[in-house]
């Protein structure tokens, strides 16, 4: 096999297993498949690193099928080692990082992960590592309410009335000028279309990281508002104020929750939402003659 | 042909003003899709900047604020500077904003280093006072106006 086969078939890695290097380059190895599984969730969902693994929910709580595929096809290219180890009672998987697999992580994967987003997910990590697999498992279903969907629902509406809320603030405090709360509003919005078509969903493991994300969105939406009402400051310059030094900022957490969405099929990313779900035929109509005159379209 | 990068990020401003504007006056919320017509726009505007330099200027904004002082000292000048806040909504006394001024000061520290350096706008503030400037700095303002019809005669002179 040539190198250049193997370049071009090293090419073909997904963006997501970027997560997968990372926890094994900082860890070394992982033992069983379940701890794998938790652990790649934790730091994906709550470091908020988009593009990541689809988890649905599965017998020992979310799972992912394009993880275990990934482990499968990494071992086969060599960068991972993917060995089964003979137990008391049952077989497990023991997952480590190969030379190879550490060199392609430091010289490609490593360039798609900012400063920040790396001091995250580290921290998410430090957090869990040191958990059994069985411990992290049910860590795991309670911090995520995974078996409780009718909590679960109690407070994607709770979410949905408190967004409307802070919604009212930024639309009082809108001027036409400012792209900033614009966006925002764009946002709040999408969020709330997102949260009621995701009551419809089945899979809690899904309907729990879009609360969750929600959530972290909402407040650090309310954080800006509080500082823009005490004081006259540009709401980025106030965002940049609160953001800590590796926290997600408001467009991190908001990328995320886009993409969770996009993936899971209950929106198209924002900037692909058809203009029929947006507004009516009429106000479409309107709008296009108002905005004819600057040369600008209002359909995509 | 070169703009600065402040008339880049006014440019940027101005059209997501204009744009709410134009949207809020249906009467419409729609933020998602306002955010989708500012994301398309500003895309396209940044493509159109592509065909001309943004250059990152440095001028003396103080030295144009003593400028149009001074013209509000002229009874003539004066007078259109009264002229141009009736026009302008926003203006709040009647000096010009102060982007505008430094968007000036930024042409004035180019044209020193060029003899042949005209600023093309159609702004009220500099294309009301051409004279004025010419004379001050010895940049020559063009209006937008002048400039297309110049096009025009070019265009016809050529066919």
């Known amino acids: ?158 979410l949905a009335k408190n967004l409307q809320g802070v919604t009212s603030f930024w639309e009082s405090a809108y001027f036409p000028g400012c792209p900033a709360i614009t966006y925002f509003l764009a946002f709040a919005e999408y969020l709330q279309d997102a949260l009621s078509k995701a009551l419809s969903l089945t899979d809690t493991v899904v309907k729990s990281v879009l609360l969750m994300a929600s959530k972290e969105f909402h407040d650090k939406l309310m954080n800006i508002a509080q500082v823009c009402s005490k004081e006259d400051v540009c709401p980025l310059d106030a965002q940049e104020g609160l953001c800590q030094s590796s926290d997600p900022s408001l467009y991190e957490v908001f990328d995320f929750i886009e993409d969770l969405c996009q993936r899971n099929d209950v929106l198209p990313k924002l900037l692909s939402r058809k203009r029929g779900e947006l507004v009516t035929e009429d106000e479409y109509v309107r709008l296009q003659k108002s905005l004819k005159t600057l040369n600008v379209s209002v359909s995509s | 042909m070169s703009a600065s990068s402040t008339v880049a990020k006014e440019a940027r401003t101005v059209l997501t003003y204009t744009i709410n504007e134009r949207v809020d006056n249906e009467q419409i919320r729609a933020w998602q899709l306002r955010a989708q017509i500012i994301s398309r726009s500003q895309k396209r505007l940044k493509n159109l900047w592509k065909r001309v330099g943004v250059l990152s200027l440095q001028g003396n904004v103080n030295e144009v604020k003593k400028f149009y002082s001074a013209m509000l000292k002229d009874p003539r000048t004066r007078a259109k500077l009264v002229e141009l806040k009736k026009r302008k909504r926003t203006r709040q006394g009647l000096m010009p904003e102060t982007l505008d001024m430094i968007i000036l000061s930024e042409a004035i520290a180019l044209g020193r280093g060029d003899g042949d350096l005209q600023f093309m706008s159609k702004d009220g503030d500099f294309c009301e006072f051409t004279e004025e400037i010419e004379a001050k700095y010895g940049l020559r303002v063009l209006s937008v106006e002048d400039a297309l019809q110049f096009k025009v005669k070019l265009e016809r002179s050529i066919q």
């Open chain 1, 1 to 158: 096999m040539s190198s250049v086969q193997i370049t071009s078939r090293r090419s073909s890695i997904p963006e997501r297993a970027n997560i997968l290097f990372f926890i094994l380059s900082e860890l070394g190895h992982v033992v069983t498949e379940l701890k794998l599984q938790k652990l790649v969730f934790q730091v994906q969902n709550i470091a908020k690193v988009p593009r990541g693994y689809r988890y649905k929910r599965h017998l020992y709580g979310p799972y992912s099928r394009e993880l275990n595929i990934d482990t499968f096809t990494l071992a086969k290219k060599g960068l991972i080692k993917r060995e089964e180890v003979r137990g008391v009672q049952y077989p497990y998987w023991r997952f480590e990082i190969t030379p190879p697999g550490e060199a392609y992580f430091k010289e490609r994967a490593l360039r798609n992960l900012t400063r920040e987003r790396i001091q995250r997910m580290r921290k998410v990590l430090n957090e869990y590592k040191g958990y059994s697999h069985y411990q992290l498992a049910e860590m795991v279903y309670q911090q995520w309410r995974i078996r409780k969907p009718e909590a679960l629902r109690r407070e994607m509406a709770e």
